[in-house]
Structures are given as structure tokens and as C-alpha cells.
């Protein structure tokens, strides 16, 4: 290498996924996305209490656990450390915590914590050089499936508590079934202002069962619209997975009769609904890159999970996204542009 190529070397840096440049590092997004969940944690635990503190703590506590471990081994063994801040472990530490049911036990959520940092974040990372599936969304679909079994055929206490067995009587495909279904959201007394809330509130504004990231739908629904905007999220799958869940929840209610308002705050307004599409859903690396693509990963996931929601599948919306994960590289391929600086040529020769 001459002297001039020597001084010049270090002008240009080739920067890391994601390639569009939004303004800051990969880092400091992460740090601006764990700011905004906190918001949605804070409402989470006033609306839920205690617990749902302990969940998020739980979660947060043991990624952290386990990245600490592999960034000293890795230092140990002469690796270059697979994350330089602790920033996106946090962000899949408040992911789970906020993606867990209030009810389900402690230890539950510190082993989804686990699985999505040490296997669908680091393993999935080493092994595949890319991550397919969203973490926290594979890691609790696969412990809940498995709890599923357990309940079934061993009617474990633990598994039963994750899996709602009285999921199994709700009847959302008539209007009287689904409105009494709903018997969960209301009632409740907002503290402080001391009113009794319908369900429909409820599941807009005060939520104490379900996720807790979804304590306050409202509240998830303006934090996610910042994070949106300011994060440049991608907005597409965002608009196209609520907008499918709104029309399909309307247009639900006007054919079976009810209160189409209610079928909206249900279908669109719970967290595992309005959280997963804001937080979950844009992904960067488990979701498309092509804008059409987007648009039609939207409206899949939605179709999916409304039809999963009305068949009383728990934790149906994690299913049908890491169902999408998995059409992700094919929904890539569907918009194949020509290499930049590319020109056919006009001549002749």
C-alpha cells in the first residue's frame, strides 16, 4: 500500500445493517426504542400492579445474565463479542417482559428471557448469519406450545396458569358469545378516579389482564406512532397489519350483529395485537425489505391472527408472525431491482 493510499484508508467506514441511514447507529436506536417501551412499562405497572413490574425486571434481568456470560467468554476466548452494548439485549429483555400475561408464573418469563437471547438471538446469530425468526416471538411460541402439551396431558399447575384452559369455552363467532366473553375487561375501578370501565374501555384504556405490554392500548398506540416516526420503523406493516385487524373486526361485527366498537378494542386493542405490530412485527432482519412486501406481510399476519383470535388459539398473533418470519425470504424476492448504476444498453454492439 503506497503513503496516499495509507493517509486516505481510514476517510470511509462500511456501516452495518440496517443500510438505509436514519440519522444514528445501531446502539443508539436500540437505546431510544428501550426508552420508549419504558414509557409503556410505566403505564403497564400502574395499571397492572407489582407483578408486572416483576415480570419486566425478571426478563430484563436474566438477558442481561446471559449476555454478560457470553460477552466474557467470547472476550475469553479471543471472539469479538457478538453485541458491543448491552443496548439490544435490553430491548429484547423489555420485549419479553412486556410480551408476557400478567398471569403467567416468574419462571416462565425467565425462560422465554433465556431462549430468546442465548438461542434465537446469539445461536440463531452464529448458525445462520442471519436472524430468521423474531426471538421473543419463536422463544414463547415454543414454550407455549409445549405448555400446551403439558397442560393436556399432565394438567400441570404451571401450564395450566399460561394457558388459559377457559379459552376453550369462548364462542367469538356469534354476537351474544363474543360479548359475554368479554366479562374479563370490565368492571374494573380506575384508581384515583375511582369509575367503573365497560369493556370497551377497558381494553382501550385499562387493561388488567392479558399482556402486559398491552395494559393501555392507548398508550401503546402514541408511544408506537413516536417510535414509528422518530425510529423510522417500518410504518408499512405497521398500518397494513391494524388496518386489515380494524376492517376484519368491523366488518365482523356488522355481519354477526354487536357492538362492531367492541370487536374493534378486542381484535386491534390488546396487547398481543397493537404491541406485537408495533414492536415485534418491524424487526428488522425477520421482516421484508421491499415496500409491497411489507404491505402484504401486514395483512397476512393480520388475516392469520384474527382467524387464530376468533378459534380461541392462545398466543395465536405469535404464530402467525413467526409464520411470516418464515415467508420473509420469499416476500424479499418479490421486488427485484436492477443493480444500482445499472443501464441497458441502447447500442447496437
Do not use: N, T
Given at each position: 500500500m503506497s503513503e496516499k493510499e495509507d493517509e486516505t484508508s481510514g476517510l470511509y467506514k462500511v456501516g452495518d445493517p440496517p443500510h438505509i441511514h436514519i440519522g444514528f447507529d445501531k446502539n443508539q436506536l436500540m437505546l431510544k426504542t428501550f426508552l420508549l417501551m419504558s414509557i409503556i412499562a410505566y403505564a403497564s405497572v400502574m395499571v397492572m400492579g407489582i407483578q408486572a413490574l416483576f415480570h419486566i425486571l425478571i426478563a430484563l434481568g436474566t438477558v442481561l445474565i446471559v449476555h454478560g456470560t457470553m460477552d466474557s467468554y467470547q472476550k475469553w476466548r479471543g471472539i469479538k463479542p457478538t453485541y458491543d452494548s448491552p443496548a439490544s439485549p435490553l430491548v429484547a429483555g423489555m420485549i419479553v417482559?412486556?410480551?408476557?400475561?400478567?398471569?403467567?408464573p416468574y419462571l416462565v418469563t425467565a425462560v422465554v428471557a433465556f431462549l430468546t437471547m442465548f438461542v434465537f438471538k446469539y445461536m440463531q446469530g452464529k448458525y445462520f448469519d442471519h436472524k430468521y425468526l423474531n426471538p421473543a416471538a419463536t422463544s414463547k411460541s415454543v414454550l407455549f406450545l409445549?405448555?400446551?402439551?403439558?397442560?393436556?396431558?399432565?394438567?400441570?399447575e404451571i401450564a395450566a396458569r399460561v394457558y388459559h384452559p377457559h379459552h376453550q369455552e369462548l364462542d367469538l363467532l356469534s354476537a351474544e358469545g363474543f360479548e359475554g366473553a368479554m366479562w374479563i375487561f370490565r368492571g374494573e375501578t380506575v384508581p384515583l378516579?375511582?369509575?367503573e370501565v365497560s369493556a370497551t374501555q377497558g381494553l382501550f384504556f385499562w387493561q388488567t389482564h392479558g399482556w402486559i405490554g398491552g395494559a393501555s392500548g392507548v398508550v401503546v398506540l402514541i408511544v408506537g406512532i413516536v417510535?414509528?416516526?422518530?425510529l423510522r420503523y417500518k410504518w408499512r406493516i405497521i398500518l397494513s397489519t391494524l388496518g386489515t385487524m380494524t376492517i376484519l373486526a368491523v366488518g365482523t361485527g356488522l355481519y354477526l350483529g354487536g357492538d362492531p366498537l367492541l370487536r374493534v378494542a378486542f381484535h386491534v386493542f390488546t396487547g398481543s395485537v397493537i404491541f406485537m405490530a408495533f414492536f415485534m412485527a418491524t424487526e428488522p432482519q425477520s421482516t421484508p425489505m421491499p415496500e409491497n412486501s411489507q404491505y402484504i406481510f401486514g395483512i397476512s399476519l393480520a388475516i392469520l391472527t384474527f382467524v387464530l383470535q376468533i378459534y380461541n388459539v392462545v398466543g395465536g398473533s405469535l404464530y402467525a408472525l413467526v409464520i411470516m418470519n418464515m415467508a420473509t425470504p420469499l416476500l424479499d424476492m418479490i421486488v427485484i431491482?436492477?443493480?444500482y448504476?445499472?443501464?441497458e444498453s441502447k447500442g447496437g454492439g
Open positions: 417482559g412486556l410480551c408476557m400475561p400478567i398471569a403467567a409445549a405448555l400446551a402439551g403439558v397442560f393436556r396431558f399432565v394438567d400441570s378516579l375511582g369509575a417510535a414509528a416516526y422518530w431491482k436492477s443493480p448504476g445499472h443501464r
